[in-house]
């Protein structure tokens, strides 16, 4: 972690793309709550109020607490969304980083290719955390006692579902396949997890996922390059 925050740090034309995740992120939540109480609290008022059931306060109560409703779901969806369309951007870090470590560049694969990437990562880490940690919090309120064993558990899960969405831009940016990725993760398991539980440690601060994602996807890279391809023949050449 420390090498990618000196990595991002030293390199000033790097920052721009560390920084987008969030400015991504920021600008769709602006736009959301601009719809939310410039479209949602009008339309919502105009409902309730038409009928004559409610009197103009409660309806205009009413349509306060829809739009801010709406709100929370667009910053939500907001900061869900950032991360998988900020794939161009995080591969110019992946780039950077590998050339410092003198990986051989590799084909460019296109602004699409680069977002699909980023949005195959985000989807594969949340199909893997969502049902497990859904699994255990059911199990802390049907199992007697298990609340003394999930909560580590989920640490665990939440570990591994990061360190796989920052390991995995390097891999699929080189055309691994994801039984290969899959296998070169298993088999660095106590790295991955170790790596993955400081990023998981950082990134339940508020807004500090998605800042540093550029730094996680830097680090993520090096230990790629560093540790995976000197243990592992599932890398490729």
């Known amino acids: 972690m420390v090498s990618g925050v000196r990595f991002v740090f ?7 793309f560390a920084l987008f ?38 309806a205009q109560a009413i349509a306060w607490a829809a739009g801010l409703g709406a709100a929370a779901v667009a910053v939500f969806f907001a900061m869900a969304l950032a991360p998988p369309l ?9 780039a950077a980083q590998e050339a410092e470590l003198g990986v ?8 699409l290719s680069e977002m699909w990437c980023g949005i195959r990562a985000s989807v594969f880490g949340a199909l893997l955390i969502v049902p497990a940690e859904a699994i255990l919090s059911l199990a802390d309120v049907l199992v007697p006692g298990a609340a003394f ?25 080189r055309g691994v396949r994801m039984r290969d990725r899959f296998a070169v993760v298993v088999a660095n398991r106590r790295a ?46």
Do not use: H
């Not at 051989?104 to 602004?111: A, K």
């Open 10 to 16: 030293r390199r000033p034309d790097l920052w721009p």
């Open 21 to 58: 995740p969030a400015a991504l992120a920021a600008a769709l939540s602006a736009l959301g709550i601009w719809a939310s109480f410039g479209f949602v609290v009008p339309a919502v008022q105009r409902a309730f109020s038409s009928d004559g059931a409610l009197g103009g306060t409660a």
């Open 86 to 94: 900020s794939g161009p951007a995080l591969e110019r870090i992946v």
């Open 104 to 111: 051989p560049p590799r084909e460019p694969l296109g602004f």
């Open 149 to 173: 064993v999930t909560p580590p558990l989920k640490l665990i899960v939440a570990a591994l579902a990061i360190a796989w969405n920052l390991v995995d831009y390097p891999l699929t940016l």
């Open 192 to 237: 991955v997890l170790g790596f993955g539980a400081v990023f998981a440690a950082l990134f339940w601060l508020p807004c500090c996922g998605l800042l540093l994602l550029g730094v996680g996807v830097a680090s993520g890279t090096r230990l790629v390059w560093t540790v995976f391809y000197e243990r592992s023949t599932a890398m490729p050449s």
